[in-house]
C-alpha cells in the first residue's frame, strides 16, 4: 500500500533540508524506501542520514518538527490577496490549503468581526467554542460528569415510575 503522499507533505512543511526531511519521515514512521520515492532521492542516502544519526549517539530530532504539528500550522500567520469570482466565491491559495491540511469538501467556519472575514478550521473553532465555555465554569467543574449525573437520575426516576 502506498503512503498518503499529502501526509508525507504536512509532515516535513517547514523543513529545509534533505537530511532533516528524512529524519521527520523516518520519525513519523515512513519506511526508507518510502522517504526515498516521496524525496525523489536514492534509498543509500536515506540510509546514510539515519545510520549516521544512530553513530552519532542515537537518533537525532529534525531542527523543526514542531512546525509540522496541526496546532502549529493552524497558528502560523500568513496573508494573501485573493479576489471575489462569481456567485461570491473565494478560492483559498494553496499555500493557505497546504499550511493547513484543507482539501476539497473540508469545512470551514466564517466569523464576520469588525468588518474582517475569519475562516476556522472545525478545530480551531472547537477551541474557541471551548475557551468561551470554559469562562463561565468554576474551576474543577466538569460538564460530562454533571450529564452523566443527570442521566442517572433521570433513569432512576423511569424505574421508580415504571
Do not use: C, W
Not at 479576489?83 to 491540511?101: E, F, I, T
Not at 467556519?109 to 474557541?128: D, K, Q, S, V
Request: proline share 3%.
Amino acid at each position: 500500500m502506498q503512503p498518503d503522499a499529502h501526509k508525507m507533505k504536512l509532515e516535513i512543511q517547514g523543513l529545509t533540508t534533505i537530511s532533516d526531511r528524512i529524519r521527520a519521515l523516518n520519525q513519523a514512521g515512513y519506511s526508507r524506501a518510502d522517504i526515498a520515492r516521496f524525496l525523489g532521492k536514492r534509498y543509500q542516502q536515506v540510509r546514510n542520514v539515519l545510520v549516521g544519526d544512530e553513530q552519532v549517539g542515537g537518533r537525532r530530532k529534525p531542527r523543526d518538527i514542531g512546525a509540522a504539528s496541526q496546532q502549529s500550522r493552524e497558528s502560523a500567520s500568513s496573508s494573501a490577496k485573493m479576489q471575489v469570482g462569481a456567485a461570491g466565491h473565494v478560492q483559498l491559495p494553496a499555500s493557505v490549503r497546504d499550511a493547513l491540511g484543507l482539501k476539497e469538501g473540508d469545512v470551514l467556519f466564517a466569523r464576520l468581526e469588525n468588518g474582517e472575514i475569519h475562516l476556522l478550521t472545525p478545530r480551531a473553532a472547537m477551541r474557541r467554542a471551548q475557551a468561551l465555555v470554559r469562562q463561565f465554569l468554576p474551576e474543577g467543574v466538569s460538564l460530562v460528569d454533571e450529564l452523566l449525573e443527570d442521566r442517572r437520575r433521570e433513569v432512576e426516576q423511569e424505574k421508580q415510575n415504571g
